[in-house]
């Protein structure tokens, strides 16, 4: 038996429970990354064996119905299986089968296992086909496919470890077991087969019939060999439309008395009557769009409700470590650096821990519920009035969490215009980096009042913040459209999975995942910046920031020594490096209400849009100094308009900042990823200048309004 680097690949449809089976399988031995040589996002985690020393690798391929391809996402599926060299090439596959929609499921089975790679079925969902009435038989379908079938539960782990023992015997087997083929090659695509197979050392009829269809998907072919795999095809006449055609039709011939001897009902086969008496509800022209609404208000509603506790407690919890380390640490340039630098900054993105937690578990249940699938159904109709169709739901939902895979899934999406579309509209919808900024600005303004007993006006607020994000999508798709041609017609095709209960281990785990992302991966932007906003802010040309500080001492000789503390730190700042370049682009902001520090931040930010609220905090430390370190909310509201004397962070300018991040494309990450997707520099330049034109109008319209 094979000993260590043991690869297993993970296929099924989509909604067949293969995300489950592999959470089930990996728990927290988990990783993400992009498969080789492409941009598609993929999984990978590590499971346990008995009796196999090293740990198994499992890689969870894209979800397909079928190996042709109707997207780049799905195309990875053949781009590995096909190929021996790929670094994910697997030793055995897992084929997760849906046991309530046994036929179709089947399609896919068979043709990875035509591949002659060794297979095992997890058969799954059999407690959906109980409901349905329908009793299938694992022993049949072992014995009529020669493959290991074991009946599982993803869910709950039941059969997991016969599963496993399964893909043990497969490895421990010296000679592949004989596997049934179900496309039987017609004679005149013997000779072609033949050619092929000589030409790419190939041994597998059907994987060579999967080269002349599929060579224009295949990133592991050069362009020569794909020209002269054309050029079989034309020398042969070889019709690959007819082909795909012919063998669906002769593999579901094959399929039905298999299911017909495997599956028995024993009453009507039809939906649970609670799936049939909630969609009638939830999919409704009405009621649908209604309950959609009222749920986002109530994850909005959450995040202000249920974190402003913990976020007070970390927020006041931060203040005081940091000043625990300045007392700590001998007086110089290293105790401010760590304390109004990193320190600062770091603790301007942990406070807002609780309100990205509780948004991605609340997402994640609406995912594992199946409520998800009924949104994109209803969303239908009203995204094609956009140029868009339902499947772009699910990337501008992803939004809501961060812009950068929600555009990676946009290869679900067949119709390269509306992919376009939606690649385009998708940063948008506010991403979790968005949430530290609003949060803090609308509790500086917004009163936390309660509205109908149940609702308070912060989160109203908020909600309508992310509303005006999907209409900004939805109206900025619509007017994209009327100057981007559409060259193919549009299709929306969607299994609805049935409604369960969320496993409140899986949500734990998409929380845990998503906040160490968060912490991570903005932790390390903030502690670069930091640093370097520091030494920018601490530092000035030649000896002004000396005289700045003369200046000041000689105003304010017989002012009190905290009210002189405070000026020279400002005077210092303002003629620092940072200072000076806040200046600079003050004129070009000041229309929008800000003043010179809040231009470093918004620079800042470009980076990534979390650091602006870091950057603030460190520009405040640096800029006053307390014996009591301040939270970062009290920071921000102790700041004056030095022309006014009036609080810096009025309505107006917090409206006007809201505005300006709601539109602003402020994330080098979502430009680089659309610079991938869209292969050049074109569309994410495009993209960049309309939605900071846009921005920029609706932050100087709101503090007009406001002023």
């Known amino acids: 038996m094979k000993q260590g680097n043991i690869k297993v690949a993970l296929v099924g449809n989509p909604n067949a429970g293969k995300s489950t089976l592999f959470n089930s399988l990996t728990g927290l031995r988990q990783k993400t990354g992009n498969f ?64 309530s929609n046994l036929q179709r499921n089947l399609l896919l089975f068979t043709e990875v296992s035509d591949l002659g790679l060794p297979c095992v079925m997890a058969l799954n969902m059999l407690d959906v086909a109980q409901s349905m009435n329908l009793t299938v038989s694992a022993v049949q379908l072992a014995m009529q496919l020669n493959v290991p079938v074991a009946s599982i539960n993803a869910r709950t782990g039941v059969g997991i470890d016969k599963l496993k023992e399964a893909v043990k015997q497969l490895l421990e087997v010296q000679k592949k077991p004989e596997l049934r083929y179900f496309y039987e090659p017609k004679k005149e695509e013997i000779a072609l087969i033949g050619e092929v197979k000589q030409i790419y050392n190939l ?30 095809i034309e020398k042969y006449g070889f019709d690959e439309n007819h082909f795909l055609a012919t063998e669906t039709v002769a593999r579901y011939e094959k399929i039905k008395p298999i299911v017909s001897k495997a599956v028995k009902s024993s009453g009507a086969t ?64 290293l105790n401010d650096l760590i304390t109004d630098g990193i320190l600062a900054g770091v603790a301007g993105i942990i406070v807002f821990i609780p309100q990205i937690a509780i948004l991605f578990a609340l997402v994640s249940i609406l995912e594992e519920s199946g409520y998800m699938a009924r949104v994109m159904v209803i969303m239908d109709k009203l ?63 917004v009163p936390s009042t309660q509205v109908l007993g149940f609702f308070s006006l912060q989160g109203l607020v908020l909600f309508g913040l992310y509303f005006l994000g999907l209409f900004g999508a939805l109206a900025s798709a619509w007017l994209l459209s009327l100057f981007i041609p559409r060259n193919e017609p549009s299709y929306f095709m969607l299994e609805m999975p049935s409604y369960k209960l969320p496993r409140w281990g899986h949500v734990g785990f998409m929380m845990y995942e998503s906040v160490k992302s968060f912490v991570l991966e903005a932790g390390k932007v903030i502690m670069a910046i930091s640093i370097v906003l520091w030494v920018l802010s601490s530092y000035g040309p030649g000896d002004r920031m000396k005289k700045a500080e003369q200046t000041t001492l000689t105003k304010m000789s017989n002012a009190p020594q905290e009210e002189v503390d405070a000026a020279v730190a400002s005077a210092r700042l303002e003629n620092s490096y940072a200072g000076q370049f806040g200046h600079f682009i003050e004129p070009v902001i000041r229309p929008l209400g800000y003043d010179w520090k809040i231009g470093i931040a918004l620079l800042a930010s470009f980076a990534a849009r979390e650091v602006f609220v870091g950057t603030m905090a460190t520009i405040y430390s640096i800029s006053g100094d307390s014996e009591d370190v301040p939270t970062v909310k009290q920071r921000l509201l102790q700041e004056k308009d030095p022309e006014t004397g009036a609080p810096m962070f009025s309505a107006a300018v917090c409206a006007s900042l809201l505005m300006f991040y709601v ?37 100087f319209v709101a503090y007009q309004l406001f002023s």
């Open 383 to 445: 995204m094609r009035r956009f140029g868009l169709n339902g499947r772009s739901v699910v990337p501008l939902i992803s939004g809501v969490a961060c812009a950068v895979p929600a555009i990676m899934t946009t290869r679900s999406i067949s119709s390269r215009y509306e992919r376009l579309l939606t690649i385009l509209v998708t940063p948008l919808m506010s991403c979790s980096a968005r949430l530290p900024i609003y949060t803090i600005l609308i509790a500086l303004v």
């Open 36 to 99: 080789p040589g492409v941009t598609v996002e993929k999984k990978s985690g590590t499971f346990r064996i008995a009796g196999i020393d090293a740990p198994v690798t499992l890689v969870d391929l894209p979800g397909t119905y079928s190996i042709y391809p109707k997207s780049k996402d799905e195309a990875v599926v053949m781009d590995i299986l096909a190929n021996p060299k790929h670094p994910d090439f697997p030793d055995v596959v897992i084929v997760v089968v849906d046991a």
């Open 270 to 333: 039809e939906q649970p009557y609670w799936t049939r008496k909630l969609d009638s509800i939830l999919l409704h022209r009405v009621w649908g769009y209604v309950i959609f609404a009222l749920v986002l208000l109530l994850v909005f509603q959450a995040i202000f409700s249920w974190a402003t506790f913990l976020s007070d407690i970390v927020d006041g919890g931060a203040a005081q470590g940091i000043e625990w380390v300045k007392s700590v640490l001998p007086e110089g340039v």
């Open 203 to 232: 041994q597998n009829d059907y994987v060579a019939l999967q080269y002349v269809c599929q060579h224009d998907n295949f990133s592991f072919l050069e362009q020569p060999a794909r020209t002269r795999l054309d050029k079989l």
């Open 663 to 699: 539109f602003a494309m402020m994330c080098m990450s979502t430009i680089a990823v659309v610079y991938r997707e869209t292969h050049g520099w074109k569309w994410p330049l495009i993209q960049l200048a309309y939605l900071m034109v846009l921005a920029y109008g609706a932050a």
